[in-house]
């Protein structure tokens, strides 16, 4: 019997959260939003913070808890990646109209079909956009409020997933393409990636465009 005062619904101690969180994640093959966490734990529980002390508690560990977008996950350190490349297996590899669709769409989304065959100069293919599609690396953003109501493109949390990034703002700029070897001195086609002069907030986040389109 609950002594007076004493709640039926006490949350779990926060070391207990912790674990619970751990669990969730370690099981889960996608990103876990904290409503999520939240919804699976018991009542009172706090997701959010419970994160904050899994994070910790993984620094500098062989795995460490990452933020994808809205989400966690567990994802192996960047350092020790070298020891997966054994289980990694390539199934297929990406056109290069594909590779510079992706890019159009990630660095300057939203965007429509037609922003992207005026910046890479020729048209886009539907195959080369289902690809992308399917792949889960790309989805349909909002319309956008110009004449015909274009669809347009951007990238998904899986996308950010695979290449270990929190956001569309953590994609790297052109010098570091460059000096990591991933792209060579020619300009790339139209306007493929924003110059190292353009602001940090062109076109990276839909939200900042938001007058310019609806649901």
Known sequence: MAEPGESLFEAPPMGEQER????????SAEPVSVADLNARMPHGADAAEALVH????YEGRGVHLV?????????TAPDLGFLMQKETV????????????LAIIAYHQPATRAEIEEIRGVSVSRGTVDQLLELEWIRFGRRKMTPGRPVTYVVTEEFLDHFGL??????????????????DNRAPPGNLMPTEDDDDDDGLEPEDQSEMFEE
């Open 67 to 75: 933020k994808v977008g809205d989400s966690y996950a567990l994802r």
């Open 54 to 57: 899994l994070r910790k508690r």
């Open 20 to 27: 619970m969180v751990e669990a969730i994640l370690f099981a």
């Open 166 to 183: 929190e956001s569309a703002r953590d994609l790297p700029g052109l010098k570091e393409l460059r000096s990591a070897g991933l792209l």
């Open 90 to 101: 390539e199934t297929r590899k990406l056109s290069r109209a594909a590779i510079e669709t």
